[in-house]
């Protein structure tokens, strides 16, 4: 079996992922092993498979986009989490992370995972806690060789990237405390560490055994995402010292990944007000010496309840622009209810607009390409090219089609007043031969 | 009759209107009177009718949003139209323009005029050239007197604000020509106006005539809105020489409304990438003095047919941070068809989001008590409050009436595993009561 990513770019051996990131990239392969090697892009693939789309995510890569999908112990239809898949991937997310919670754990993500053509990702805790919950009654049954055995199964089984939240320490959370918060822990496996760490009395065995995480994260070159567990899930506990504190712990164990040949990305917050975007950005590549950052959001208001995907896109795209790397999809569902199929696929396109947006603003040749074919097609009334190059032709297309121009050429927006068309035919004819 | 608003204040007379203002922005009377004499902020009123709600637009001001509605003449339904202003209203529209193009356009406009509790808003040269278009044949037909009888007419009527794209002249054309772009005019009446001065080889009336334009605006205190006929209409354009050189001359033509005592604000684009929004209202800031600045959108990127609200809200959220003060709304059928009732209410709540957004970025004491009244709701897990303090009650319960849970304080996203659920009844028992 190969070495990790990072250990084959640091002694300069070019694997097909890097060389299929860097075709896409438009960037030189040794650049961009270079920045693998140095920790900044990580290109998440599990050993024990080969992926049909190998993707990068970091320092000078287009901004990604993941899709959250999975059931809840309140909803379960492996059926229709297929369909979240297909439709996600189908609008184009680069990854995937399965937030399963609910019914047969192992055959919803072995099923998903066999039909993922993208990086696939998981949060193992939840399993750990879960299974602990069906056979011992609780989440504070879990123990240390469950927790890992979890960890490996998925591991084994071709999972390419887990989120692992080894900040939620005794010192972090005595920091949350201290402080006070308005919404407290929001994250899921934060709060299912937090309620095993102050019922034992003990530190986070995630943290507390960070060298046998390491371990299998070499072995199966997963990476590994440090969680957020403390993010703030409000605008008001938004970059607060619990939350910072979190920060630099993951800071360090991005180091101690490194030394280890381990692959790794920082997730970060959550709900931020606009203003505090950049600063979390830059905190981010500061305390985490240029780790790839792994953006849920942020929001940048917390009553955009059934609206959070504008209020995610509007984040996502100054965090991007900012630096951040990889966007966590949000859907109009977020904070009221799993999300249905529909609901994924409007929140995909929201963090692809976002992702797209702070490409344009970076300069990205390929998207500017996208914006001024569209442009061009504007510009001479084609509307095939037009809804071709929008950013999901089928809505683009329903528009249209559901209203009907009396002029091909136009649309019922302006009909015969459309600016393009009056513009066009005076500068044509020099004197104007259509006089609506 | 009063004098307008702006010669009032100048006398440091302070009217209902700016008492309404005023106490709805927590300002004092006397420093929202100082800004409006300074040309900071105007509060568009014509004198003919009293305003159900008095509306500031400028510096230091609350982020407003307006919304437009009309027909085209691909689509005329007038009754259609009244429930577009009706929906914008209840979900929170500051003002509305009525850009009707097709149809009874006297009729259309009177009866969506007696229905607004807000502020009004018209282009005059739509109707100025469309009536020539039905009563000779064409455009080119308009006349000096007939232009400024139809903004005469309109200003009698009750019009509380004007787009008048003044600053599309013959020299700012020939640097667009010079130049050259991808996407020459998008604007309608700079269209309308470009074919009538290209044909004629004359320049702008309303330019040339401007004097004769401010003073029906101050006969009337019609704000006047200068607009950017030569807004860019993809990134590609954006920000270039044509774009800069009307907007110079906007900046000119505000100091000379000043001058007449008239209230004035600019418009502004159109299609900006997300690194050029700040630096947009810079100019506009500069250039014109304070002028209250009005953006549409902007929308950064061209691709997002069918979703432009998101675009919108991403590039008016910025602008409004970065001191925009008015944001026109986009609504998703932008670029494909004519708005239908729910377009424009997903239209308004993004601008709506946007607005919020960069008042909460701005420290706007009221819009954070939003977000802290449903983030403490949340900490609570109190689903009556959270649904009251969406941004749309109706969505956000339409979204959780459609997914119940089997715990009724969580929601299906999570189910028992929900992370404030947990957290909280450990911290309040110690001991892990709810042990899922």
Chains 1, 2 share one sequence.
């Not at 024990?48 to 320092?59: P, T």
């Not at 939840?126 to 490996?152: C, L, N, R």
Request: proline share 4%; charged share 25%.
């Amino acid at each position: 079996m190969r070495e990790t990513q990072l250990i084959l770019a640091r002694k300069g051996i070019m694997t097909s992922e890097m060389k299929a990131v860097a075709d896409y990239e438009n960037m030189s392969v040794q650049t961009l092993a270079e920045k693998i090697a140095e920790g900044k892009v990580v290109i998440p693939a599990n050993k024990n498979k080969v992926l049909k789309r190998a993707v990068g995510i970091g320092e000078g890569l287009t901004v990604k986009v993941n899709t959250n999908i999975g059931t809840s112990s309140d909803y379960i239809n492996l059926e229709e989490e297929v369909k979240k898949l297909e439709v996600a991937i189908k609008v184009g997310t680069d990854a995937v992370m399965d937030l399963s919670t609910g019914g047969n754990l192992e055959e919803i993500r072995k099923t998903l995972l066999k039909r993922s053509p993208i990086p696939f990702g998981t949060v193992p805790i939840y399993q750990a806690a879960i299974e602990m919950v069906h056979k011992k009654g609780g989440i504070v049954h879990m123990t240390v060789d469950h927790i890992f055995s979890v960890i490996e199964r998925q591991a084994q089984e071709g999972v390419d990237f887990m989120t692992v939240h080894c900040g939620v320490t005794l010192q972090s959370l005595e920091r949350l405390k201290r402080q006070g918060r308005l919404t407290n822990i929001v994250s899921r496996g934060g709060a299912f560490l937090t309620t095993w760490m102050l019922y034992h009395g003990k530190e986070n065995p995630l943290y507390d055994h960070y060298d046998r995480l390491l371990e299998i994260a070499q072995k199966y070159d997963i990476t590994l995402s440090l969680g957020d567990g403390l993010r703030p899930g409000s605008l008001a506990d938004a970059t607060d010292r619990a939350q910072i504190q979190e920060l630099v712990l993951l800071g360090e164990l991005a180091q101690r990944a490194w030394e280890a040949g381990v692959q790794v990305m920082i997730e970060g917050p959550g709900h931020v007000p606009l203003d505090q975007v950049e600063a979390n950005v830059l905190l981010e590549k500061k305390l985490c010496k240029g780790a790839p950052f792994y953006v849920l959001g942020p929001l940048v208001t917390d009553i955009a309840s059934g609206y959070d995907h504008i209020a995610a896109a509007i984040g996502g795209a100054i965090a991007a622009w900012a630096g951040a790397d990889f966007l966590c999809y949000v859907t109009p569902a977020e904070h009221l209810r799993l999300p249905t199929v529909e609901d994924v696929r409007e929140g995909v396109i929201g963090a692809k607009i976002a992702a797209h947006v702070a490409d344009l603003a970076r300069g990205d040749k390929k998207a500017w390409e996208k914006d001024k074919k569209m442009a061009e097609a504007r510009g001479r009334l084609d509307w095939k090219t037009q809804i071709e190059s929008s950013i999901d032709p089928e809505k683009a297309r329903y528009y249209r089609e559901t209203s009907t121009p009396k002029i091909s050429d136009v649309c019922t927006m302006c009909g015969k007043y459309c600016a393009i068309k009056l513009v066009k035919e005076y500068l044509a004819h020099k004197t104007p031969p259509h006089q609506p």
